[in-house]
Each structure stands twice: as structure tokens, then as C-alpha cells.
């Protein structure tokens, strides 16, 4: 039987960088700030899983201005949405094994 | 196992926040319980001023086009208004708070929007027609509004309030084909049916 963990994404084993990309799975675009705040994770992770992820060119950054302000978003590329669906469905597989 | 367990653990933080990310949920069952009375509280006001002592369903004693009484009536359903937004906006406050969620953020944003968007104009719509005479209106495009403002705002909170949307939709059109019991109507879908609805939210998010 082929080994069902061949299929998982070695970028998202960190639980931080998963938890990225569900976010903008659902979202068009997500603050550096609103993201903090909804994982609970300090500046320095946030930063380290944000750049591993636009690596792997799984996300991309929109650097923008909200009044004065610079701010930065980011997007869940092409790329990094099929990864993570092929990684849910590993997921889900492995899981499905064990019933 | 304890690998099994982890990956059911993942997919669950993944769901929960999908479902977080792009909702407000600390929306506050309470204050729909505090709106309704609100609004009974005022449909009550109101029925001392036009029926009493006749009963809600017989005729009023009073004509609503009577300037006094129609700026008692609209003072006290803006007073309605303001005493629901802002228990509304207090309480949820406090449940953001507890949930570690902040009341300021991109969501509560869309939601206070597009919840907002509909309602004044629906609002201010009602008010025009009334100053031109057409006094029916208020009953029905009050309810109606509302609840298309619920509509509107409901994908950006909880589901539910999807379904209290409809409710008052229908409300606003049966209010609209009977014309004598646009209070009692109007009672009926701010005043019960949010108690109602309030309750059960309370129940199934905040406990």
C-alpha cells in the first residue's frame, strides 16, 4: 500500500503555518494585526510561518496603506490553495483508514 | 494514535477557523432578549397613547396624524432604537472580551455595515412616507427592512439570524395586508419573537 503520509505538505506541519492557510482559504486577503489576534501568536512566529510560507510561494504579500499607515495583507496564492486542499485530503484519508 | 488524535485536533482548529475567521461571533444573545422588551416596553407606550382603554384590537381613540402624538410615538421608537444598538453593542462587547475576540475588528466591521446599510434607509424611508401622510407604512416597512438588514448581515455573524430575517420579512408582509394590527404585529416581531430568538441564542452560544 503506498504510505499515505508521502501525500503530507512538509510546510504545513508547523501548526502556525496550517492554521495561516485556513485562514486565507476563506478570505480574500487577511492583516498582519487581524491575524495575530485571531491565532493568538506572537509578532516574531507570525512573521517566521509568514515567510516560510511565501517560500514555498504559498502566499503572497499586498503591501498597502490604510490612511497613513502602511499595512500589510496577505493572499493564499493558486499554488498554496491546491497544496492545502491536498493536504486536508491526506488528512482526511489517514483518518478515514483508522475507522 | 496519539498522531491520529493530533490530525483530528488539526482539522477541527482548521474548521474553527474558517468559520471564525470571516464571522463576528460574539454576537450577544441577551441583548436580543433586552431589545425585545424594549420593543414591548414602547409598543405598550404606544397603546396607552392611541387605544386606551379600548383593546389593541378595537379602534384607537386617538388619530395618529395628530402632530403631538405622532412625535410622542416616533420619540419613543427611536428611544427603542438606541436603548437595542447599544445593549447590543455593550453586550457584545463584553462577550468579545471574554472570547478573546476584540469588538473592532475586520468582521464586526462588515457586520455593523451591512447590517446598518439597509436598516437606515429602510429607516429613513419610513420616515419620509410618514411625514407625507402615508401612516400604514410604519408597521409594515419597519419589519420588512429590518429584517432584510438581518439578511444581509447574517453571513457575517451567526446563522441564525438568517432565519429571525425571515420571520420578520413575513411579519412585515402580513402587517402589510392588515393594515388594523400593524402594533400588534409590530410587538409581535420586535418584542416576542427577539425574546424568543434571544433566548435561544443565549442558550445554545453564551452559557
Known amino acids: 500500500m503506498k504510505n499515505p503520509l508521502a501525500k503530507f505538505d512538509k510546510a504545513f506541519e508547523h501548526k502556525t503555518r496550517l492554521h495561516i492557510m485556513s485562514v486565507l482559504m476563506v478570505n480574500e486577503h487577511y492583516e498582519f494585526n487581524a491575524l495575530k489576534e485571531l491565532l493568538q501568536v506572537t509578532d516574531g512566529n507570525l512573521a517566521t510561518q509568514i515567510k516560510a510560507l511565501e517560500k514555498e510561494e504559498y502566499i503572497e504579500i499586498i503591501k498597502g496603506y490604510t490612511g497613513k499607515k502602511p499595512n500589510t495583507k496577505y493572499k493564499a496564492t493558486k499554488l498554496g490553495k491546491a497544496a492545502f486542499n491536498k493536504h486536508l485530503q491526506a488528512l482526511e484519508n489517514i483518518i478515514n483508514m483508522q475507522k | ?46 397603546y396607552f397613547i392611541l387605544y386606551y382603554p379600548n383593546s389593541p384590537f378595537g379602534y384607537r381613540i386617538k388619530y395618529v396624524n395628530d402632530v403631538t402624538i405622532l412625535n410622542k410615538l416616533i420619540i419613543a421608537a427611536a428611544v427603542v432604537l438606541l436603548l437595542s444598538i447599544s445593549s447590543a453593542i455593550l453586550l457584545s462587547y463584553k462577550k468579545a472580551a471574554k472570547n478573546g475576540e476584540s469588538l473592532l475588528n475586520k468582521n464586526s466591521k462588515i457586520l455593523f455595515i451591512s447590517f446598518c446599510v439597509p436598516l437606515f434607509s429602510g429607516g429613513l424611508f419610513t420616515l419620509v ?79
Request: aromatic share 12%.
Open chain 2, 129 to 207: 412616507l410618514l411625514f407625507r401622510g402615508y401612516l400604514g407604512i410604519v408597521a409594515p416597512a419597519t419589519l420588512l427592512f429590518y429584517g432584510l438588514a438581518l439578511i444581509n448581515a447574517s453571513n457575517a455573524t451567526l446563522s441564525e439570524i438568517k432565519g429571525l430575517g425571515y420571520l420578520q420579512i413575513s411579519l412585515g408582509l402580513i402587517s402589510a395586508l392588515l393594515p388594523g394590527y400593524g402594533l400588534l404585529l409590530w410587538a409581535t416581531g420586535f418584542g416576542v419573537i427577539h425574546i424568543i430568538y434571544g433566548a435561544l441564542m443565549y442558550q445554545k452560544y453564551d452559557k
Open chain 2, 1 to 46: 494514535m496519539d498522531e491520529l488524535k493530533s490530525m483530528q485536533q488539526d482539522l477541527s482548529s482548521i474548521r474553527n477557523l474558517m468559520e471564525r475567521s470571516n464571522k463576528f461571533i460574539s454576537l450577544s444573545g441577551l441583548s436580543g432578549i433586552l431589545a425585545g422588551i424594549y420593543a414591548l416596553g414602547g409598543a405598550v407606550y404606544s
